[in-house]
């Protein structure tokens, strides 16, 4: 009989990053002292997750001369129009307002003009310059901030604590609460709650070459999608193009900023030819970073890149005193792993970085489950096709504030439900299965191969035959799952752990798959070979994927056009007439 | 590709009397770091091996441990940096509770944060009020600039000698002396006070240790020297002008 502690909150966060600490900070704002909020994390609160990894900054409309309309047609733009407005509304609507709390309220201090007024920089598709941040450390600063605050409130946080899956109450339709695990002691906890957040920051590391933090596995997609939650636009995963290559060292993937295309630095193959020269005659490498992703990738999978599958980027002409001045972080980074990019070419490929697909919901980040909240990069809907640079942590930030707002208000409706025996044994029965068996498969492998598959598959450029091939094998991959068998006991057993995260891994891939076999054209991240270019006339459509009875279904929506429609705005140019590549995380 | 032998502290405190040092030999190219090493046992080894991470990039501030006897983060600790690259020693970090091999209990560390109130506070500033306008090059800012960019990553508590029990500690004091000179915070006195007392700023023996761990080359024991001559002037203004509560 499986052991399991039982407790109950009043609201459940799940995910400390910045969607998951301002759910927290403003459903304490919002609620009476008496009410009790739980913050799990699968790491450390506050020291996990992608907001903390922010360098570039925040979007919002500080200054008289910019305007809240402006940011917004950016980011319809920006989406190509598969954007929801009303979301991408309340985006921009709610950045300044983020930006005041951070300063006034939480003492974050961001970078200063000469005058002392907030400084903004300009950022890659924006006709303003409006990017917020504190040097190159702008995550750092906001979540150092928001654990400071959270610390001396009365929030709980249980660290090192995983969500695995959602619990129901006995309709089977409403979130009653989260079998969570507790991973140092190895200890299962049913955590019964009246509202659910979810907040686990998506899962972009599916692919072998990322950006993200590494305990990140679509974790929080994979438990709403097992409830039954919709997702929209999941086949809109945004890769940047270089990311340095590393040997299999786990630095692999960490991003080497445009800054230095945008300063001159050039792109070569592995048979030394400037290749953009036949992708992007007049603009080079300081086209859009989709562009410059399209052209790496076809050269490397065409077997053009270099010995380890990527391709060359060549800063020496700009000769190694400007690149150490100018860049000091990155070429730190490129020495830390053995190259020297004021010196030496150094090697780098498209690395997948944030997922603008996800989990539907409202402008208060209800989900179609009852009482199961979404917030940040699990959740779909903001971005459309294309995320603007500055404005993923604007998501994360004023959507789980409006998630915070919304579970503060709704609470007293609901009360803390019964939860269901069954359902969380038949649950730690078949989590602990791999920990039973004496031999199996290795999680390790499968996960290479899973990440392999997407790369190869599914990834910057897309193809039918690759794509139906992507999901025989995802299918053979779940089977494998079956089999796997773990070393070791349940404490603080990473190998453990890494079962559960494969598992969410293969259902937000298989989503990611299916759901670019059904969009038959190009637009923003989603590029077919066999349909290379968009097509607005059946297309302008946001593609839905849904747990159903014989597994997952796809289905199509016209967007709706609730502000404004592609007609009313200029259609931008495939590739921009820009001189300089701008900065953009 | 050549190997290193790494020797990994190993103990779990609910089953083993004693922690254990193992090796292990772990192959290593010029762009392994030490917590490569850690993924390779615990990966291609099959160990059971406990450890943080999660940026593998410096920034999270997950991987501090103790490296060939030096608190360090193992993500941005290239073995072929290290003075002796083929032997490696990573225990975890001193002064905190292990948790399981090379993990500690981060908590008593972050208690020390809420001793000095982390939280910011202003009476004129709020939601609805326009950002503080402030001279990017004043001497407050200076002074906090380079103090903000701690990641919490411990290494300071590790190399300090006095710090434990009761001590604030090297980043919590880092940590009061950012809102101490920042004028837009109201808590000044408040922080001071906590900070005169024994087991606050004078508890700092002025090894300066922690400022040569940091991997951020905070110049953590400098702010300690400073705040030590703000606590006395404050004590002075204290018994000269004592407040009327
Ligand atoms: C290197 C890098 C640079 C970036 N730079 C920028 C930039 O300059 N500007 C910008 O706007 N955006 C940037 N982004 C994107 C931005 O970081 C994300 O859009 C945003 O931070 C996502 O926030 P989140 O709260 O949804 O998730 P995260 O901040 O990633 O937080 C997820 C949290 O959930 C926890 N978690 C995961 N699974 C579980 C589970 N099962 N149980 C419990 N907890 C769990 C994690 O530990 C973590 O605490 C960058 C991203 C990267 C990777
Ligand atoms: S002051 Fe330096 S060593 Fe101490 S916790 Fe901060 S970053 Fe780490
Ligand atoms: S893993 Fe984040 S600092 Fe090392």
Known sequence: MAAYEERETDILIVGAGGAGMFAALYADDNTPDDTDITVVVKKLAGKSGCTRMVQGGYNAVLHPEDSIDRH???????????????????????????????????????????????????????SFDRTVHKGDLTGIEIMTKLRDELLTRDVEFLEETRAIDILTDESGAGAAGSLLLDMRRGEFIAMASRMTLLATGAGATMYNISTPALEKSADGQAMAYRRGARFQDMEMMQFHPTGLLAGDTKLTGGVIEEGIRGEGAHLYNGEDERFLREYAPETMERSCRDVVSIASYKEIMAGRGTENGGVWLDATHLGADVVEEKFPGMTERTRNVGQDLSNTRVEVSPTSHYHMGGAVIDEQCHSDVPRLFVAGEDAGGAHGANRLGGNGVVDSTVLGKCAGEAMAEEFHDHEIGDISHSQVTDIIDRVTAPLEREEGEDIYELREDLEMTMWECVGVVREESELEESLDRIESYKERLERVSVPGSKRYNLTWNEVMDVRNLIIAAEMVARSALFREESRGAHYRNDFPEPDDENWLANVYVQQGDDGMETSREDVRFTRIHPSELEVEPTIPNTDAVQGDD | MTTSNVTVHRYDPEIDDEPTFENYEVPVSEATSVLDTLFHIQEEQKENLSFRFSCRQGVCGSCGMEI???????????????????????????????????????DDFFEKFVEIDPSFESESLDETTDTAVIDPDSTERQRIAPRTDCIGCGACFSGCSVAGETYLGPAAINKALTLIEDSRDDKTEERLERLQEQDGVWGCHTQGNCSNVCPKDIPISEGIQYLKREAIKHGVKDALFPSSD
Do not use: W
């Open chain 1, 72 to 126: 917004y047609e950016d980011t319809i733009k920006g989406g190509k129009f598969l954007n929801d407005q009303e979301i991408a509304r309340e985006l921009v609507e709610g950045a300044p307002k983020i930006i005041r709390k951070l300063e006034n309220e939480l003492g974050v201090f961001f970078d200063r003009d000469e005058d002392g007024h907030i400084h903004q920089k300009p950022f890659a598709g924006q």
């Open chain 2, 68 to 106: 060939n006897g030096e608190a360090r983060l193992a993500c941005q600790t290239a073995v072929s940096d290290l003075d002796d690259p083929d032997d490696i020693r990573v225990r975890p970090l001193y002064n905190l509770p292990v948790i399981k091999d090379l993990t500690v209990d981060m």
